[in-house]
């Protein structure tokens, strides 16, 4: 397994979360991490990305404000620190992995060749 990700849950709206991704192998060392996400009958949508070199981060508009996505290189952690939690934000909640040199595509699936099994968020109104 090269991407764990865990801290998924029940949550009611306007609670927090805190989502973790456990990178091993080579997967560790990777450029880009990510968190997307995927509610029922959509397609998989970009939340967050960090860059491990500098730390530089990445948000969609739909979460930018109220989600935080760190990085921990000794742990070889990704998190995602999920604030005032809306019933649209239920989703499953992927972390993924891409060793491409910086690019203007990290916030599309295509950009990641390395992906967790996912964690569900519910969050109720």
């Known amino acids: 397994v090269q991407l764990q990700a865990s801290g998924g ?4 709206a306007g609670g927090s979360l805190r ?15 990510a968190w997307f ?3 029922p009958g959509k397609e998989r949508e970009f939340v967050a990305a960090i860059v491990r ?3 530089s ?3 969609s508009d739909s ?3 109220r989600f935080t996505i760190s990085r921990d290189n000794a742990r070889n952690t990704v998190y995602l620190q999920m604030n005032s939690l809306k019933p649209e934000d239920t989703a499953v ?6 060793g491409r040199f910086p690019s203007s595509d990290y916030w599309s699936p295509s950009f990641y060749g390395v992906w ?3 964690t569900q968020v519910t969050v109720s109104s």
Do not use: H
């Open 63 to 65: 979460v930018k404000g």
């Open 9 to 12: 849950g029940l949550v009611q």
């Open 37 to 39: 996400r995927q509610a």
């Open 53 to 55: 070199n500098d730390g």
């Open 57 to 59: 981060t990445y948000y």
């Open 93 to 98: 909640y992927y972390c993924a992995a891409s």
């Open 19 to 33: 989502l973790s991704c456990l990178a091993s192998g080579r997967t560790a060392s990777s450029y880009y991490m």
């Open 116 to 118: 967790g099994q996912g």
